[in-house]
């Protein structure tokens, strides 16, 4: 019988040797997962030569020169990046957006996020993201804006609850910088509020940490409640227990991309829905083991038990889905 060949790849007339590309790839996506984006950079621009449409080496190289500052650049791949395919669509565009924003290319966050969300194309999950990026984009549009003659004045807190949630994070994602310490008493009474939507809670906690705001306030969310200091906060993606759990899955899905990037949506929702929560009471290793139990079970159609952890799994996707908790 006789052997089907591999199929060799080739640039231009030279072939290349085999496993080269693989080698390429593997090294330049392990440097990114470890933070040396000065090497990774090289390394996945030697291997798009080979794929230049490769969807994860392109996001792969956005977050690198992202991380490296080098953004115009970072805007060109995270460009390739949006043309590589409908799969990767909204990951591409949260990267292009946050580079358009180092970029100050203001006007056309703004315009690109409101189109998004009248259309509805962002799913649930990613909806909060999206809104703190345009929240972020405005506040960095004001600062090269002339102020207004008259600060706004805080609403009536039961007034602003009265508001659709889309319009609550809207009207303080307007609030200019300058006028942010001003509203802390307001922000610090809505985080506090036990009738605050979760992601509007988060929203006033980074605005309370933003301005260094020092009085403590107790916030309750999916059943958890503490009293915290919100100058004294990490921010979103300083969550120290995330980054070890998110370690422990990537390591535990390492050859199950699938498992892996439901994993990283989980937690991303996680992060934003229970901030400043993390676990509490459950250490990074079994916060991640149920994690990878529930994971499995989505997976298997099994139940994935009784835990405290995949409790709060459930509490928190019901929330995004909408549905009465």
Known sequence: MRRKRRQLRKQGKVIVMPGTFERLLDAGLRAVSEERYDEAAPLIRQALAYES???RLLGALTVALYELREYAEA????????????????EAMELYLS???????YDEVEDTISALLDEGVIPTDRREKFLYLQGLNRRLMDRYD????????????DEFLSLPEGEQHSRLSTVPDQE??????????LAAHEDASPLLITYSLVLLAGIGYSSPVTVRKFGMEETIVPARLPGLEEMRKAGEVEAHLIEQFAQDPSKEQIAAQLL???KFAAYPFEWPG????EVADAYHTYIESLFDG????????????NKIELFHNGRQL
């Open 75 to 90: 805007k060109e791949a995270a460009t390739r990046f949006l043309q590589a395919g409908p799969a990767n669509y909204i």
């Open 146 to 157: 002339e102020p207004p003659e008259i600060p706004e004045e805080p609403p009536g807190l």
């Open 268 to 270: 991303r929702t996680y």
């Open 302 to 313: 099994t139940d994935a038990g009784a835990h405290p952890v995949i409790d709060l799994i």
């Open 99 to 105: 580079v358009c924003i180092q970029l100050r290319d």
């Open 53 to 55: 449409g490769n969807a």
């Open 180 to 189: 942010l310490p001003s509203w802390g008493e307001f922000l610090a009474a």
């Open 282 to 285: 459950f250490s990074a290793e």
